[in-house]
């Protein structure tokens, strides 16, 4: 179904959860970012950047620690209800807040009633506005006091760090977990009233086959999963270094993975998910992800393809990153500066870059081409992008029926690539970004 073009892969390329990416961040002045929450009103949403896990996978490249030191997380969540209470107070009333998200790392690497007081610190500080819920989960970690905890707090969505089910590989990436571990926290989370459940599976995994991918995929239909995000594994030792304990050699390779990619892909479509955008897939039943692929309401901001239509997200803890329409910001990544940084109660922003009317342009262009594959293509772009996008069209990877740029679904793994034609900073930047497929 996929034509297999290498030449064509084989420059890395971003994942556009934001444009500019963060790669085109730099010091930012963090009274740009106080006179941005002073100004937000509307409806917005709300990320909490909870940066621990109790037990730390060779593969991951998020920020996170283990949470092993009691001192150090009760720390870091006396900063984090600071920084709250600091934002809340800039923002005012003039906000309502409709979606409120934790993720990490592992949030249920706090106990639950600290996550219960940082919701109540939100509901203190913050205008919700009956927002929606959700929740990044580790079923290692899962027990039956968090699900309770996220039923009282009424949480709608959460998402399992599965990523596969075979044994050899969950050994070689440092992230073993029971099939039965899995289905507990599954039924747990029915229970506390969880309607739409996400799977995280990855591909490209050391010692992986195509059969190994296929059997995961099997089970986490089997077990109901509601939405599907399958990312290929980014193996970047020299960004991530605790990837330097994954063995190279193992790693499927190029032709692999573009392999791995498609059988994951014809699966999907073929057992009752609707594809959602280029990585993603949900039920098309009830969820309100594959509704908004279907309707062509899908966005896609920092936490991936989205039905989320808020123009500002406000990211609270390290590293979370807040998007404003003209304005992207990061907070300190490292978590002591950041506890010190917040405790004193002064704002954790540091890095970012202010979006130019070609940014935020260029932005919306990216934006729709990978969450709709179509976009309408100003005259002065599609000049710009010609040459370089013949190499795709020549192909039958895309179209262009005069300014109109369509992806057809044999086009889908080059989404991205194509993508980055849209992108000048590409043409500027040696930052090495992940494989594109």
């Given at each position: 179904m996929?034509?297999y073009?290498?030449d064509?892969?084989?420059t890395?390329?971003p994942?556009?959860?934001s444009?500019?990416?963060a ?11 106080r ?9 917005i949403?709300l990320?909490?950047?909870?940066p ?6 060779f593969y991951?490249?998020?920020?996170t620690s ?9 720390s870091?969540?006396a900063?984090l209800?600071?920084?709250?209470a ?12 409709k979606?409120?998200?934790?993720g990490?790392?592992s ?11 940082l919701v109540?610190g939100?509901?203190t500080?913050f205008h919700l ?9 580790d079923?290692?970690?899962m027990t039956?006091?968090?699900a ?12 399992l760090?599965v ?29 506390a009233?969880v ?8 591909y490209?995994?050391?010692?992986q086959?195509?059969d ?6 099997q ?9 599907i995000?399958l ?13 330097k ?10 032709d692999e993975?573009?392999?791995?990619a ?17 990585d ?13 692929a279907?309707e062509?309401r899908?966005?896609?901001?920092f ?13 609270l ?6 998007s ?7 907070n ?7 506890r010190?940084?917040?405790s ?6 540091r890095?970012?870059?202010?979006r ?12 729709q ?10 005259a002065?772009i599609r000049?710009?992008i010609a040459?370089?996008?013949?190499a795709f ?9 005069g300014?109109?740029l369509?992806?057809?679904t ?6 991205r690539?194509?993508?980055?034609l849209?992108?000048?900073?590409r043409?500027q ?9």
């Amino acid at each position: 179904m996929w034509p297999y073009h290498p030449d064509l892969l084989a420059t890395p390329v971003p994942r556009y959860t934001s444009y500019p990416t963060a790669a085109e961040f730099g010091e930012i002045d963090a009274s740009l970012y106080r006179d941005a929450l002073e100004h937000t009103a509307g409806d917005i949403s709300l990320y909490l950047h909870i940066p621990f896990c109790e037990k730390i996978c060779f593969y991951c490249g998020c920020n996170t620690s283990a949470a092993g030191k009691t001192q150090r997380l009760e720390s870091y969540l006396a900063a984090l209800h600071a920084e709250i209470a600091q934002v809340g107070l800039l923002i005012g009333n003039t906000a309502r807040v409709k979606r409120i998200s934790f993720g990490g790392g592992s949030p249920n690497a706090i106990a639950p009633h600290e996550f219960e007081h940082l919701v109540e610190g939100l509901e203190t500080h913050f205008h919700l506005s009956a927002p929606t819920y959700s929740i990044e989960l580790d079923p290692r970690t899962m027990t039956a006091d968090w699900a309770a905890a996220i039923g009282r707090v009424g949480i709608e969505r959460a998402s399992l760090g599965v990523q596969t089910f075979a044994a050899h590989c969950q050994e070689a990436i440092g992230r073993v977990q029971s099939e039965d571990t899995i289905l507990q926290t599954v039924d747990w989370l029915r229970d506390a009233g969880v309607t739409s459940l996400n799977f995280d599976l990855m591909y490209g995994l050391p010692g992986q086959s195509r059969d190994d991918l296929l059997d995961t995929l099997q089970r986490t239909r089997v077990l109901g999963a509601d939405r599907i995000a399958l990312f290929g594994y980014a193996h970047v030792p020299h960004i991530v270094p605790r990837q330097k304990v994954i063995d190279t050699s193992a790693l499927p390779d190029q032709d692999e993975r573009f392999a791995m990619a498609e059988l994951g892909y014809i699966y999907l479509c073929t057992h009752g998910y609707t594809p959602v955008g280029f990585d993603h897939f949900a039920r098309p039943g009830g969820d309100p992800l594959a509704h908004a692929a279907l309707e062509d309401r899908l966005h896609r901001n920092f936490q991936g393809f989205t039905d989320d239509n808020a123009e500002t997200l406000i990211g609270l803890g390290a590293s979370a990153i807040s998007s404003f329409p003209e304005l992207l910001v990061q907070n300190e990544k490292n978590t002591g500066r950041y506890r010190m940084i917040a405790s004193q109660g002064r704002l954790a922003a540091r890095h970012g870059i202010i979006r130019s009317a070609e940014d935020r342009r260029r932005g919306a262009l990216i934006e729709q081409l990978l969450c709709h594959g179509h976009i309408r293509l100003p005259a002065d772009i599609r000049a710009e992008i010609a040459p370089r996008l013949c190499a795709f069209t020549v192909r039958g990877l895309a179209s262009l029926d005069g300014n109109d740029l369509t992806i057809p679904t044999r086009g889908v793994p080059y989404a991205r690539s194509i993508a980055a034609l849209l992108d000048p900073y590409r043409q500027q930047s040696l930052r090495q970004f992940s494989s594109a497929i």
